[in-house]
């Protein structure tokens, strides 16, 4: 919207150059004529006219006087243009300075989001660090109680696993079996 409203001013811009122009033209004509006009009623101010000199020139009086109408009403279209032009180009100007100023604060939004966010994750990070410490000491304590629960079973299976070997005294009768390794 800003590369169109940039150009839309350009456009304004010269447009009201054009017509300043233009309007330095009429000015000059207008100038021109009244000097003119001035002139010859100087310059017939001693003369007295006939009544078909006074006719002639009645017309070409008349028709200055159109002119210089024509030429004041394009004088005034012209004001109004430019003043509806002025109006426009402050307008846009509001509307350029409006952006701007939203561009800026969007601009300083998005350099400040990166700290934002480490902020946000190191809250975040810090929470999961204290879970994983705890964790981490509730394991610990659960080896230790595993390896103390190992120790008291290892121990009670060696007093109840006594072995039970056949006696060898010589008051049996019955000789004792041993087993023979030969079919190994």
């Known amino acids: 919207m800003t590369q169109s409203s940039c150009v839309d001013m350009t456009d304004h811009q010269a447009e009201i ?26 310059s017939n101010a001693g003369f007295v006219p006939q009544s078909e000199d006074l006719a002639e020139h009645q017309i070409e009086m008349n028709a200055l006087r159109e002119q210089l109408r024509g030429i004041e009403k394009q004088i005034d279209f012209y004001q109004a243009s430019l003043t509806e032009k002025d109006a426009e180009i402050s307008q846009l100007r509001q509307t350029v300075e409006a952006l701007t100023d939203r561009s800026r604060m969007l601009e300083q939004v998005v350099q400040e989001l990166p700290e934002v966010y480490r902020q946000k994750f190191a809250d975040r990070l810090l ?29 009670r299976s060696r007093r109840s696993q006594r072995l039970e070997l056949p006696s060898l005294s010589p008051s049996d009768e019955q000789p004792v079996s041993l087993p023979s390794f030969s079919h190994a």
């Open 17 to 42: 150059s054009r017509l300043e122009a233009e309007l330095d033209i009429r000015d000059q004509l207008v100038q021109q004529l009244s000097q003119e006009l001035f002139r010859l009623v100087k």
């Open 127 to 155: 929470s999961v660090k204290q879970r994983v410490a705890e964790l981490q000491r509730e394991k610990l304590q659960l080896q230790a109680e595993l390896q103390s629960v190992t120790y008291r079973l290892a121990l």
